[in-house]
């Protein structure tokens, strides 16, 4: 499996467009990180990414996890984040999430 492995000092909106152009592809989307600065690079290009395919119709989510790696003869752990895709342009009444309660609902 292929990765777009994103550093602490990549450009979100460059990673942002390849993870849009990939889903616009069909291709799968999986991110590799390793440290805090890169994840939070993968992070701000995955909200830029919906941002730029919100618009035609389709939406992404992610779902990260822990992975053991090999760098330069040393373990090293990453986050994987893998990217899912959902179009948003054929659901026709998707129910509304509100701050408010249903009515005989209890809170605690």
């Known amino acids: 499996m292929d990765f777009l492995k994103v550093s602490s000092k990549s450009s979100p909106a460059s990673v942002a467009g390849a993870i849009a152009g990939m889903v616009k592809d069909g291709v799968p989307v999986n991110i590799q990180c390793v440290g805090a600065g890169a994840v939070n690079q993968a992070t701000k290009a995955i909200a830029i990414a919906r941002g730029f395919l919100i618009p035609t119709g389709v939406d992404i989510s992610c779902a990260p996890t822990f992975s053991d790696i090999e760098i330069g ?36």
Do not use: F, K, M, W
Not at 77 to 98: F, G
């Open 73 to 108: 003869g040393e373990s090293r752990t990453a986050i994987r984040i893998a990217i899912y895709v959902h179009d948003i342009s054929r659901q026709s009444s998707a129910p509304s999430i509100s701050g408010g309660r249903a009515s005989g609902e209890n809170v605690l």
